[in-house]
């Protein structure tokens, strides 16, 4: 880039993963050149000390069940799955709070951490009907300028048991919800054939991708997991399935996954784990060494299930090292990974990366180099969007439409 | 408190664990009253918006070890526990940086984070003789008026198979270190009985407590844990031996622990963990249950063994209730035990707490509540040790000697 040419921004002395020190200019909101710039016109942030980071992806998150910037709330759930459900769907009803306010203000403390494109699940049941579809398209298109969001149409209360629930979720994906869930076709629906049926069609029908809550066990959950292979094989669905948590391929031998693992590759169906420690998760360095797709994601945060979490990204990839000891170079860049280029494949987010001509999404972290930033997760960051700043230091300061 | 007696500080309106908001009046460096102050002319801080939590207790620690303030070094550890310990010796061997600075920068952080007593382990072996130990007894002195340190003698390539360590950890106790340490007395030094009888020995010839690290699994573990407790029964030392990580009280059936946990309970031998997720924890709910004392370290931060750690009491309980999933109130309480008070009885730390009479030793943490400082982690503290504040929002202000 040379100082004539006109540039929304430049960003000069970027360190990058592979430790390089970097000048970025940006025109009409991409990433125009990756070169040294003498000398600048357009607007010029030193990043020195920084280093630069594609935007995060948090693959997993349910924004319409926060309670983020609510009081206090003493969790009282349990003590099992029905039990965790039922409180929820209380908790919920009781609460003057719309949707949008609070899963807005969780989603500006998001994009403060650098996360630029969000999967968020979404209840589906007749109980509630579509208001929460309908509140989550709303902030979708309020947050259009900030950060990019994907909507699951999610059957929290299960959905061949609960009569009207799928036809909810048909309308859901007219009104523009782009992804079909599941919930534990087995320990829910008690019927894995006929859940898998039903939402493959519908998958198919709407041109929509696949996500699946499983939570079942052991040799059940890896049972559904080659079913879901199964169905997978048979659409045209390869590349456009995930399957979130599936603590059972970590309750397994990794001779009876090894298989499995293979599956999962050829069909490029991915996985993603909020990387919990009180369960067995999927074995993700044994998985990925069989070219399996893992990415990490939130799952809830400070909801009626439990008050944990905060939606930085970078804390949930620390979390996927900690829980796994990794402490090398390659195992920290591993798991930073986890929430940028393996969930923006699982996401099948387009024109993803800092490349020339991607979106000029970005987030710069002070740190000293990348695996540092991983250890200490500064809150010091400047998250770029669109060659625009939106946040900063944790502060949101994007432009948001009403919310 | 009137305003017509003198005080160092008064503390206005903060908010107790219990929800209550107090005021506290602090006199030569202790807790004078805590009454409401309707005004005062001696300096006042108005701690409205914050919870009051006594001193943070960092239980384990290596400060000896740590790489906290050098530039990134790529872990270079293992494969095996000889490995790491092989390895540890090259790169301590190489630096030039001082113990006492490497130390120094990482106590300055753990006070800002609030911890204001350390429990740390020192190396001791042949190779490097007294060289930790009297970097750290300077330490001690440098820091005396900004946190209390507690040293261990630390025989990490083993006591009974290293020629000349038992000399030295005796030499060391002469000096000033006020533990007894012991690692893996089958494990590492093939022959527990022989450990255990000359840490003991020493313990009741020196007036000293005992800290074992105990990373042997399973049965083997449990079964060193039966002959700690022999050993403590047939000594003075009840109350005075505590026993870090413990794994394999996570590895055998609750059935199988319950009359171990008894004996703990009896001879109340404290149990550390440092709440990692790649292994079993020994389980502290039922542990606590029938009375156990349990509380938190940090173990190594940034060194040679692996690049984690940041030395925050606070994160360290954080990632306790992450490890079990906890997320009711008592729990996340509970886990802030772990780091308080849990942790002052493994210590043995006289006067703690938040009562009139005590130090004034506290920390002020902006939250809405003591459970949202729990699952927040904010960084916006103010550490108050002996009536003065030595830290404001991650910053160390407080008075060193030297280093």
């Known amino acids: 880039m040379h100082s004539h040419t006109t540039a929304d921004l430049v960003v000069r002395h970027a360190r990058t993963i592979a430790g390089d020190s970097v000048d970025l200019t940006i025109r009409a909101g991409r990433i125009a050149a990756i070169a040294p710039v003498e000398s600048a016109s357009t607007p010029t942030l030193d990043a020195s000390g920084h280093v630069l980071l594609p935007a995060l992806v948090e693959a997993h998150v349910h924004l319409d069940k926060t309670l983020w910037g609510e009081p206090w709330r003493a969790n009282t759930a349990g003590p099992d799955l029905a039990g965790f459900i039922a409180n929820e769907r209380r908790v919920l009803a009781g609460l003057d709070v719309p949707i949008g306010k609070r899963a807005g203000a969780l989603l500006r403390s998001m994009i403060a951490g650098g996360s630029l494109h969000v999967r968020s699940h979404i209840d589906i049941a007749p109980d509630v009907g579509l208001r929460h579809v309908e509140a989550m398209l709303a902030l979708r298109e309020d947050f259009r300028g900030a950060a990019d969001l994907q909507l699951v149409a999610f059957p929290q209360t299960g959905l061949l048991t609960v009569?009207?629930?799928?036809?909810?979720?048909?309308?859901?994906?007219?009104?523009?919800?782009?992804?079909?869930?599941?919930?534990?076709?087995?320990?829910?629906?008690?019927?894995?054939?006929?859940?898998?049926?039903?939402?493959?069609?519908?998958?198919?029908?709407?041109?929509?991708?696949?996500?699946?809550?499983?939570?079942?066990?052991?040799?059940?959950?890896?049972?559904?997991?080659?079913?879901?292979?199964?169905?997978?094989?048979?659409?045209?669905?390869?590349?456009?399935?995930?399957?979130?948590?599936?603590?059972?391929?970590?309750?397994?031998?990794?001779?009876?996954?090894?298989?499995?693992?293979?599956?999962?590759?050829?069909?490029?169906?991915?996985?993603?784990?909020?990387?919990?420690?009180?369960?067995?998760?999927?074995?993700?360095?044994?998985?990925?060494?069989?070219?399996?797709?893992?990415?990490?994601?939130?799952?809830?945060?400070?909801?009626?299930?439990?008050?944990?979490?905060?939606?930085?990204?970078?804390?949930?990839?620390?979390?996927?090292?900690?829980?796994?000891?990794?402490?090398?170079?390659?195992?920290?860049?591993?798991?930073?990974?986890?929430?940028?280029?393996?969930?923006?494949?699982?996401?099948?987010?387009?024109?993803?990366?800092?490349?020339?001509?991607?979106?000029?999404?970005?987030?710069?972290?002070?740190?000293?180099?990348?695996?540092?930033?991983?250890?200490?997760?500064?809150?010091?960051?400047?998250?770029v969007k669109a060659g625009r700043i939106v946040a900063r230091d944790g502060a949101f300061i994007g432009t948001v439409a009403r919310s």
Chains 1, 2 share one sequence.
């Not at 669905?237 to 590759?265: D, Q, T």
């Not at 399996?292 to 939130?298: A, E």
């Not at 540092?372 to 960051?381: F, K, L, Y």
């Open 163 to 383: 009569p009207g629930t799928a036809e909810l979720m048909e309308a859901a994906l007219k009104l523009g919800v782009e992804t079909v869930g599941g919930l534990d076709p087995a320990g829910i629906d008690k019927d894995p054939i006929g859940q898998l049926r039903t939402i493959f069609a519908m998958a198919e029908r709407n041109g929509s991708g696949i996500d699946i809550h499983l939570h079942d066990p052991g040799d059940l959950g890896v049972w559904q997991i080659e079913r879901i292979a199964d169905f997978t094989a048979g659409s045209g669905l390869a590349g456009r399935v995930m399957i979130s948590h599936a603590y059972c391929l970590g309750m397994l031998s990794l001779e009876r996954i090894e298989p499995v693992a293979r599956r999962l590759a050829d069909l490029r169906i991915s996985l993603m784990t909020s990387a919990p420690a009180d369960i067995a998760v999927p074995p993700v360095a044994f998985l990925r060494g069989h070219g399996v797709n893992v990415c990490c994601g939130s799952d809830g945060i400070r909801d009626a299930w439990s008050p944990m979490g905060n939606g930085d990204a970078l804390e949930r990839a620390w979390l996927l090292a900690y829980r796994f000891d990794w402490g090398k170079d390659h195992e920290l860049l591993g798991a930073l990974d986890a929430v940028t280029h393996s969930a923006a494949r699982a996401l099948g987010i387009a024109d993803y990366g800092l490349e020339v001509g991607c979106p000029a999404d970005f987030v710069l972290v002070k740190a000293e180099n990348t695996q540092d930033a991983m250890v200490r997760r500064p809150h010091e960051r400047i998250v």
